[in-house]
């Protein structure tokens, strides 16, 4: 088993900047890919990001590029998302997940391990 807990969500500024935190406990976290998603309300959840067991190999999703950074450190057993230049549309609960398969990284069904969510909200 591995527990997943995220912080660092909250209220920002459109143009602002947030860093999520992932923090994993149980089975060695570099054993695991792990990715960000999020959802909005009455929106499908999606990858925003993901990042391979030795931090290689990194995805974005195309509205994010250039924006947001994924980040690990195995040492210190947590994943973090660097979040600049926040729009609007970013206002999400973002997920952190872990995924025993270090491929398929782009599906939610790759992943087995979730964290109960952060609320990141944008105003204009």
């Known amino acids: 088993q591995v527990q997943l807990v995220e912080s660092g969500g909250g209220l920002v500024q459109a143009g602002g900047s947030l860093r999520l935190s992932c923090a994993a406990s149980g089975r060695t976290f570099s054993s695991y890919a792990m990715g960000w998603f999020r959802q909005a309300p009455g929106k499908e959840r999606e990858l925003v990001a993901a990042i391979r067991r030795n931090g290689g190999k990194i995805y974005y999703v195309d509205s994010v590029k250039g924006r947001f950074t994924i980040s690990r450190d195995n040492a210190k057993n947590t994943v973090y998302l660097q979040m600049n230049s926040l729009k609007p549309e970013d206002t999400a609960v973002y997920y952190c997940?872990?995924?025993?398969?270090?491929?398929?990284?782009?599906?939610?069904?790759?992943?087995?391990?979730w964290g109960q969510g952060t609320q990141v909200t944008v105003s204009s």
């Open positions: 997940a872990a995924a025993g398969l270090d491929y398929d990284l782009e599906y939610s069904r790759t992943y087995n391990y």
